[in-house]
């Protein structure tokens, strides 16, 4: 976080970074007990991707990048996940 200047905004983007990366393991063990087979899965993992259009744009923007990214791809997840578990519900 060297682009960060300020020590209390890099202290609390490292934390909000701490949780984040908690709380995405615990949704990654999550799916994995329920996602068992290969044919379930992506074909593009999300690492084939992730670090050029993730880390590598937002760390470039700062702070702010990084809040505005996580807000953008954590809206989109919620919306995806509700209407995946609405269409599993009509089921």
């Known amino acids: 976080l060297p682009r960060v200047e300020s020590d209390d905004d890099r202290a ?16 990654l063990r999550a799916i994995s007990a329920v996602v068992t ?9 999300a690492t084939s991707f992730g ?9 470039w923007r700062g702070a702010r990048g990084m809040y505005v990214t996580t807000h953008a791809v954590e809206s989109f997840v919620e919306e995806h996940y509700g209407d ?8």
């Open 12 to 27: 609390a983007l490292g934390a909000f970074a701490a949780e984040h990366v908690e709380a995405e393991v615990a949704h």
């Open 84 to 91: 995946q578990i609405r269409r599993l519900e009509g089921e």
């Open 51 to 59: 670090w050029c259009l993730g880390y590598a744009s937002t760390a």
């Open 37 to 45: 087979e290969a044919s379930e899965r992506s074909w593009m993992p």
